[in-house]
């Protein structure tokens, strides 16, 4: 235990910066799933064992973009054609409801439109969308807490009044990426299209309409950041007052652009937890209560039910070329983990002819579901949920953790339930991290190490300099 002990102080001391953690296993660790061996019905069918009271988050994913951000390893295309929403469209609804069984055998918490861009559909889409959701789930708007939608700045100043319709609609939340106010950052990001002022107009129009919670984001560590830039997005932003505010450190993973460029390397720098703290005084000052590590929210008003009941090990269906589901039999996709046009077209057909299986994905056994509870969930968890997924098989490894975080100040413990200190916020994810399996670890490593490897490979046969490895796997490496 004082190995661990010593460990994790270290970890803080470095001001180790590890990925976001908000999926466990994380997509690194899919592999290839035989076709036959899962049937998406089956899955779902024996999840409903592991629930006593059946709820379920429904995610859906639509692709296209106006433009790639530098940072952005998500699943997306860059298309315009409204030829192609209208097929996608059509495609999702019917995989909606050929999911019916599904949705119908749970309370339908939260709806949430993810991307890529989605308010880049139009109304007419939504309308489809919301009534195939409608035909399968009648009382859908009565038992979900929050119907979500991703947007760009842009996407909302372009067109208002569509917003509006969204809003009337059922519309609850918007997330608006803003990742900065300095107008040079948020050219570097790759966001040219969305200057600060887009961004300040797209702010006062959804609170105009009355959006009862705008959330929007900023990330610490883009090239050229300076402790004073960041403070003024960080001053700005307060003032403007959105709902909810999330904070991330930029992590440019090897799949985007950025690091395809070498135009980035991963951040690891120790001062970026300075920032972290000026965020959350600056926040917490303007009446804001920090919801996760990354997030803040105005009480009684912002927030992020989905993640919040993910995280507490609510299942979420992901519909959509893209889409990520999670049970507590099997991680999943049903379509590439690799986004171009040809793989859209071919969604579009498999969801039309009703082909859609399970193609990659992660088989949950009893301790990747007790470590997937303390990877996500240390915010406030008690541990006898737990016992019936098989605790005791890895007790002595958890409590010897637990033992390190406490000792280092970043959890309290009363009986059986553990909840993140002030500190432990900060240092969250380095504590998360230390819950991974060593399977985990290793497919993560593998996964990563590869994508290094043909990065470094492209870069040569350009004639460019190669990247530096760095954070595929920081905590073994620090």
């Known amino acids: 235990m004082n190995s661990l002990r010593t460990q994790l102080a270290e970890y803080i001391d470095q001001g180790v910066i590890p990925p976001y953690q908000y999926s466990y296993p994380p997509r690194s660790t899919y592999r290839p799933l035989d076709g036959d061996a899962f049937d998406i019905q089956e899955v779902w069918d024996r999840d409903l064992l592991h629930h006593r009271t059946p709820a379920l988050n429904l995610y859906l994913h639509?692709?296209?973009c106006k433009y790639k951000c530098g940072f952005c390893n998500l699943y997306t295309i860059i298309s315009t054609d409204q030829d192609v929403y209208d097929a996608y469209t059509d495609a999702l609804c019917t995989q909606i409801r050929d999911h019916a069984d599904i949705i119908r055998a749970r309370r339908l918490r939260t709806v949430y439109i993810g991307g890529g861009t989605p308010a880049l559909l139009s109304t007419r889409h939504f309308e489809q969308i919301f009534d195939t959701i409608t035909?399968?789930?009648?009382?859908?708007?009565?038992?979900t807490e929050e119907v979500a939608l991703e947007a760009t700045p842009d996407s909302i100043v372009a067109d208002p009044e569509g917003f509006g319709r969204l809003l009337r609609m059922g519309l609850t939340r918007a997330n608006i990426g803003i990742q900065s106010l300095v107008p040079k950052e948020i050219r570097e990001a790759g966001r040219g299209q969305a200057g600060e002022h887009v961004i300040r107009e797209a702010v006062r129009i959804v609170q105009e309409l009355g959006?009862?919670?705008?959330s929007t984001d900023l990330i610490m560590g883009f090239a050229g950041q300076t402790p004073g830039t960041w403070r003024?997005?960080?001053?700005e932003l307060a003032e403007l007052g959105p709902t909810t505010i999330s904070t991330y450190f930029l992590t440019v993973r090897p799949d985007a652009w950025f690091s395809k460029t070498g135009a980035y390397q991963y951040m690891w720098q120790p001062e970026l937890y300075e920032r972290y703290d000026y965020a959350r005084k600056v926040f917490t000052d303007h009446g804001y209560v920090q919801e996760g590590s990354v997030r803040y929210k105005k009480p009684g008003r912002g927030g992020y039910v989905q993640k919040v009941l993910t995280f507490q090990g609510v299942p979420l269906l992901g519909l959509g070329v893209g889409a990520r589901s999670y049970t507590s039999v099997l991680d999943y996709m049903t379509g590439s983990v690799k986004p171009s046009a040809a793989e859209v077209a071919d969604y579009i057909r498999k969801a039309k002819n009703h082909e859609l299986r399970p193609t990659t994905g992660f088989e949950l056994s009893d301790e990747e579901l007790v470590r997937?509870?303390?990877v996500l969930d240390t915010f406030d968890l008690s541990l006898g949920e737990l016992e019936h997924h098989g605790l005791d098989k890895i007790r002595g490894d958890v409590e010897a953790v637990?033992?390190?975080?406490?000792?280092?100040?970043?959890?309290?413990?009363f009986g059986d339930r553990v909840q993140l200190t002030p500190k432990g916020f900060k240092y969250r994810d380095v504590l998360s991290w230390m819950f991974y399996s060593?399977?985990?670890k290793g497919l993560d490593r593998e996964y990563y190490e590869g994508l290094h490897a043909a990065n470094q490979r492209a870069r040569k046969n350009m004639g460019a300099?190669?990247?530096?490895?760095?954070g595929i796997d920081l905590l073994d490496s620090a």
């Open 62 to 64: 639509v692709p296209f």
């Open 135 to 143: 035909e399968v789930y009648p009382n859908w708007r009565s038992t």
């Open 211 to 214: 959006l009862p919670d705008l």
């Open 232 to 235: 003024h997005s960080v001053d």
């Open 372 to 374: 997937k509870r303390l």
């Open 402 to 413: 637990l033992d390190a975080a406490e000792h280092n100040g970043l959890v309290h413990r």
């Open 438 to 440: 060593d399977n985990v």
């Open 465 to 470: 300099a190669p990247v530096r490895i760095t």
